[in-house]
């Protein structure tokens, strides 16, 4: 099974920052299976990357995934109020298991 | 508008048994892999159980620690989708949220959640 590690735990920065997650995956990870998904408090998760770089739909060009292999990274490019919320990437793997990553969680500072 | 809605949650002793189902709606439902994934208190994410889409021949996999307990499946008539969970444990106390994957088979991301729903499992 393909274990997720995301740093940091937790991003405190203000509006406006730049803001730049990670996950990292125990073995390789095929690029069209890397997704990256946003939450706030009381919602369901939204889709924001699939394909590790490819944003679903009505997702803002803030939004930026680049990553191969077992490194992967979600940059938001100027943080706006709305997006402070906990990040998770998930991948799936040959074995049809889906995992997640344990969540950024980006708070304002 | 595409839409899922999550229903069957509630209260159960530990060994007890509960059905959730998600009506889907707003696409077609037979086409398109769907997933169970939940959530504990406070927790993170876990992805629980999926089926395939009709084109992938709806092939079911599960999380070790449900497997063999837990049974997924979909009526393609009823644009439904189920979640069979016996011999509940405590551990399995979370929300509970149906998802549409953006392919027949899962791994494409996704695109939709339903708003949850809540099981707890307690004596």
């Known amino acids: 099974e393909v274990v997720l590690t995301q740093s940091p735990g937790t991003l405190s920065l203000s509006p406006g920052e730049r803001a730049t997650l990670s996950c990292r995956a125990s073995?390789?990870?095929?690029?069209?299976?890397l997704a990256w998904y946003q939450q706030k408090p009381g919602q369901a998760p939204r889709l924001l990357i699939y394909?590790?770089?490819s944003r679903a739909s009505g997702i803002p060009d803030r939004f930026i995934g680049t990553g191969s292999g077992t490194d992967f990274t979600l940059t938001i490019s100027r943080l706006e109020p709305e997006d402070f919320a906990v990040y998770y990437c998930?991948?799936?793997?040959?074995?049809?298991?889906?995992?997640f990553g344990p969540g950024t969680k980006v708070d304002i500072k | 508008e595409v839409q899922l809605v999550e229903s069957g949650g509630g209260l159960v002793q530990p060994g007890g048994s509960l059905r959730l189902s998600c009506a889907a709606s707003g696409f077609t439902f037979s086409t398109y892999a769907m997933s169970w994934v939940r959530q504990a208190p406070g927790k993170g994410l876990e992805w629980v159980s999926d089926i395939s889409g009709s084109g992938s021949g709806g092939a079911t996999e599960y999380v070790d620690s449900v497997r063999g307990r837990f049974t997924i499946s979909r009526d393609n008539s009823r644009n439904t989708l189920y979640l069979q969970m016996n011999s509940l444990r405590v551990e399995d106390t979370a929300v509970y949220y149906c998802?549409?994957?953006?392919?027949?088979?899962?791994?494409?991301?996704?695109?939709?959640w339903g708003q949850g729903t809540l099981v707890i499992v307690s004596s």
């Open positions: 998802v549409k994957d953006r392919g027949s088979s899962s791994g494409w991301g996704f695109d939709c």
């Open positions: 998930q991948q799936y793997g040959g074995s049809r298991i889906l995992t």
């Open positions: 394909g590790a770089s």
């Open positions: 073995q390789s990870v095929s690029s069209s299976y």
